[in-house]
């Protein structure tokens, strides 16, 4: 991938548009209807519609990762199209999202049910089972995601949507792709991390409050001008924009590498697509 910083460049503007979007249909709706989307409901259904923006970003970032190494001969600006190959992967994107976040309210259920057993249950061991729930639920995750973790590149590959086929896929190589998107994951926290420390120290130079990534709000150092605020924000976008892009590619490249060698196409290493 570092052979091509000029499809890396335009990859990055592909989910720098897909930001101005976001936050343009955000600003515009907080002005045509303000009431509405300060409440709890209305900015979950303003980002609700929304999420189909974002997916269709990623699928478009994500098909040119994989044409970049699972058909280096086709050609195009940084090899980004938009065509069916994008409507497909955007199909399998959006199925994926609403299982995990099924996935997720269902694990939040069970964290709720745990809190409020643990109030009327005096003698109810909450650290232990909290913690047993946590673990569990951590390696329902992570194998699911390992199960699923081949349905674009397949999609993209066989050219029909491909969902099911994953599971059956990757039986044979599991625990290998659960070792290897493990690590994936793993790197994609480190990015957002060193993403986060760079866009504190940013915040900090403008006076702005950054969200912390496990919730709430860290207060800015100092009190500066709107303006220097203003330039704040505005500059935060590349920084979300650098962020978004390298950890679309980590996980397509691992994805395209893992299929590529599960299939024994050209029979090369995941780690060789890096």
């Not at 709000?217 to 709107?226: E, F, I, M, N, R």
């Not at 490249?253 to 590529?260: E, I, K, L, V």
Request: glycine fraction near 10%; include cysteine.
């Amino acid at each position: 991938m570092a052979r091509r910083p000029g499809a890396l460049a335009l990859w990055m503007g592909c989910v720098g548009l897909a930001i101005v979007v976001f936050i343009g249909a955000v600003y515009a709706a907080s002005l045509s209807a303000p009431q509405i989307v300060r409440t709890g409901g209305g900015a979950i259904l303003v980002l609700g519609a929304l999420i189909p923006v974002g997916l269709y970003a990623g699928s478009v970032v994500t098909a040119a990762v994989y044409r970049t190494l699972l058909r280096p001969g086709d050609k195009g600006l940084g090899f980004v199209r938009l065509g069916p190959d994008e409507l497909r992967l955007f199909a399998v994107s959006l199925i994926l999202f609403v299982a995990f976040f099924a996935l997720f309210f269902t694990v939040l259920v069970g964290g709720v049910a745990i809190f409020e057993l643990a109030k009327l249950r005096p003698d109810f061991h909450a650290p232990q089972v909290t913690a047993g729930y946590a673990i569990v639920t951590t390696i329902v995750f992570l194998l699911a995601f390992t199960k699923a973790s081949l349905a674009l590149p397949m999609t993209f590959v066989e050219k029909r949507i491909r969902v099911l086929g994953s599971w059956n896929l990757t039986s044979p190589a599991f625990l290998r792709l659960l070792a290897t998107f493990t690590l994936v994951l793993i790197l994609i926290v480190v990015v957002a991390a060193l993403m986060f420390a760079v866009q504190y120290g940013l915040n900090e130079l403008t006076g702005l409050p950054t969200r912390a990534p496990w919730g709430g709000t860290l207060p800015a150092g100092h009190h500066t001008s709107k303006g220097i605020q203003t330039l704040g924000r505005i500059a935060s976008v590349p920084v979300s924009m650098v962020q978004m892009t390298l950890e679309l590619v980590i996980l397509a490249a691992a994805q395209a590498g893992a299929y590529r060698a599960i299939a024994g196409n050209l029979g090369e290493d995941v780690a060789q697509v890096f």
